[in-house]
């Protein structure tokens, strides 16, 4: 499958809307410490506005919830893999995206049969503490040759430095805080969708 080259996350259903309406192709909803019942009404009003929007939406974590739901699509981090039920996810259809942050990971992600890995960080990354150096650009080349899947980046990517790291191989480009901390969220998306563009159209 052909992922679109730029992929925000967001934490709730009003960052979704916000965003979404601008463009946006492809979104992973990334909720954090929030009850059960906000956590369902937040997918599932996620699931429609995105369905609006012709976006493909990927939900964080919630992978039981996400099966409840008929989500297209889930991501889970390395743990999140290792407690999960893989079988019923793949039995429900979900489409399955992994996060890898060194070869051990990659394995793993890969013999998940993934339908893409991503690789962070790639620059620094404020949004949390990880005992991964940033990764750089010449891994996305290593992690490209390496997957017959697609590959994510993320960690630290900015509108700046999205083209690089495209051009270094990734097929889409994953972004929080560049987006979320700016003045106008709306237009720096609007700045990310123009940024991408020659990889969209390419596709
Ligand atoms: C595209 C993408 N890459 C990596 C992550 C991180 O997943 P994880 O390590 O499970 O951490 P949390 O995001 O759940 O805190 C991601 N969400 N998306
Ligand atoms: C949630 C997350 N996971 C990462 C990983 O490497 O697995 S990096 C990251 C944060 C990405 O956000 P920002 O664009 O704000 O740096
Ligand atoms: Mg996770």
């Known amino acids: 499958m052909k992922l679109d080259p730029f992929y925000p996350i967001v934490p709730d259903f ?3 809307a916000r965003l979404v309406p601008q463009g946006v192709r492809f979104l992973q909803l990334r909720i954090k410490d929030a009850s059960a019942e906000t956590i369902r009404t937040e997918i ?13 939406l990927v939900v964080n974590d919630y ?3 996400a099966i409840e739901l008929r989500a297209e699509f889930i991501h ?7 407690a999960a039920d893989l079988g ?29 890995v991503a690789l962070g960080p790639v620059y620094e990354t404020k949004l949390k503490k ?3 150096a940033p990764q750089g650009l010449a891994r996305i ?12 980046a993320i960690g630290g990517i900015t509108v700046e430095r999205a083209a690089g790291v495209l051009e270094a ?14 003045q106008n969220p709306e237009a720096r998306t609007r700045q990310w969708i123009a940024a991408t563009e020659r990889w969209r159209e390419d596709r």
């Open 14 to 16: 009003a960052w979704a």
């Open 44 to 56: 599932a009003q996620t699931m429609q506005l995105c369905a609006e929007h012709d976006c493909l």
């Open 63 to 65: 992978w039981r919830e």
């Open 76 to 82: 889970l981090g390395q743990e999140d893999l290792a």
């Open 88 to 116: 019923a996810i793949k039995r429900a259809g979900l489409k399955l995206g992994i996060s890898s942050h060194s070869l051990e990971e990659l394995g793993n992600a890969k013999a998940a049969e993934p339908d893409y």
């Open 130 to 132: 990880m005992p991964w």
């Open 141 to 152: 080349k290593q992690w490209r040759a390496a997957l017959d899947c697609p590959l994510v």
């Open 169 to 182: 191989g990734a097929d889409s480009a994953s972004v929080i805080t560049d987006i979320v901390t700016d």
